[in-house]
């Protein structure tokens, strides 16, 4: 759930990513790039950038014409800061200073620091609940599910690639539908097996009409952010209302509570969009680092959640 709150409250605050930005669209820019690619790019030159070119770079898939976009968009960058101008974007993104491989080393660390986090307290879940437990498989394969969406996170924003990105757009999706899944079997389908299994193939075919719209017809930023919003507002607003309506019966009803409303005002961060601090640090680095410390509640609430499920569930006993 940790995932797809993230996404699902950032999603409403942002519009959708533009394809071309104002650094890029500089002529400076440009012809930098042109010339570039034209003098270094090609015969000798070309073969002499690769035969220096460290090996973590080639095996991240940082060419020639790659290198030179990033030397040209500093190019541009110190124009823009000696005329006073403001730092503008170049692909949609913030100018970040590379490290080694790392396109975006803050928010890759982040990513990553979130993938601990959730492995970490898996194992923690894994090792306090016993599997006989009603959750325990479903929080299990969300946990392998989120750690999969927390990977290519990592991945994508240290290569940002045409494969990368999708792979963080669409493993991103699986969570968000994912975690609908599991809201349905925690509040419905313990009690109603056959609900949570019609929402399970329901979920399964949006999935795949979703990746398929997206790879096959058009890759539109724009829908897909009002997809996995709408379907993420669903997911949070079904959690609210059971807290609600458990938290008379359930001490630890206020750690879901809590999940959800710290997620909603973290992502606010997103709304501070500035240029990257040290050109390390942005607002998306910083939403993301900030996110590290609720997986530890959320699994808190899981736990006993879990347990609670455990020691309730007797013939003629009423699963909360």
Known sequence: MTRL??????????????????????PVYRDCVKQCVRTNCTGARLRGFQSSQPPYMALTGWT????????????????????GYSIP?????????????????????ASLLNGLACLLMLLRYRSAV???????HTITAFSLVSLNAWFWSTVF???DTYLTEKMDYFCASAV?????????????????PAISSMMG?????????????????????????????????????WWLCWCWLNRRILPYWWKCGMVVLLLHGLALLELLDFPPLFWVLDAHAVWHLSTVPVHFLFYSFLIDDS????NTEKPGVKLD
């Open 5 to 26: 709150m993230f996404l699902a409250a950032a999603v409403l605050l942002l519009s959708a990513p533009a394809s071309a930005s104002q650094g890029d669209k500089e």
């Open 64 to 83: 020639c014409r790659d290198d030179c976009r990033y030397q040209c968009m500093w190019t541009t960058v110190g124009l823009y800061q000696a005329e």
């Open 89 to 109: 974007q170049f692909h949609g993104k913030w100018p970040f200073a590379r490290f080694l491989c790392f396109e975006e080393p803050a928010s890759a660390l």
């Open 130 to 136: 016993p599997r006989q437990s009603p959750m325990y």
């Open 157 to 159: 924003h240290t290569r």
């Open 176 to 192: 968000i539908l994912y975690s609908i899944y599991l809201c349905c079997v925690r509040t419905l389908g313990l009690r109603r």
């Open 201 to 237: 193939a329901l979920l399964i075919l949006a999935f795949t009409s979703h990746v398929s719209y997206l790879t096959f017809v058009s890759f539109d930023y724009g829908y897909n952010m009002t997809a996995n919003a709408t379907i993420g507002m669903i997911n949070l607003l």
């Open 307 to 310: 347990l609670h499920l455990l």
